[in-house]
Nanobody, 121 residues
Framework: QVQLVESGGGLVQAGGSLRLACAASGSMFSINDMGWYRQSPENERELVATITSGGSTNYADSVKGRFTISRDNAKKTVFLQMRSLKPEDTAVYYC???????????????WGQGTQVTVSS
């Protein structure tokens, strides 16, 4: 069974930084795209950033220039470096990955359990 486990959330003051990590574990053949999404009580879940297996990245306009997504394919881990954090970045951040498993005999999308990021003003 595939699991995505996030870590690195917490409370930080505006202008500060945090680094999130998400590690995939379990029986899998390959990981395609990986990404981060976030959801606050006021908003629907939204894309923050994605990265392909080849390293191509995509960012939401609201985080461009402040957040950096990266991945370590050998460790099956995706990272999100967040800088210049703003109160409006406060949300639960979810990891997402497209993974090929023998169990599903194909590609499936998996979600982590989420990690809370709170930015105080």
């Amino acid at each position: 069974q595939v699991q995505l486990v996030e870590s690195g959330g917490g409370l930080v003051q505006a202008g500060g930084s945090l680094r999130l990590a998400c590690a995939a574990s379990g029986s899998m053949f390959s990981i395609n795209d990986m990404g981060w999404y976030r959801q606050s009580p006021e908003n629907e879940r939204e894309l923050v950033a994605t990265i392909t297996s080849g390293g191509s990245t995509n960012y939401a306009d609201s985080v461009k220039g402040r957040f950096t997504i990266s991945r370590d394919n050998a460790k099956k881990t995706v990272f999100l470096q967040m800088r210049s954090l703003k109160p409006e970045d406060t949300a639960v951040y979810y990891c997402n990955a497209e993974i090929w498993t023998q169990y599903a005999r194909g590609w499936s999308r998996y979600w982590g359990q989420g990690t809370q990021v709170t930015v105080s003003s």
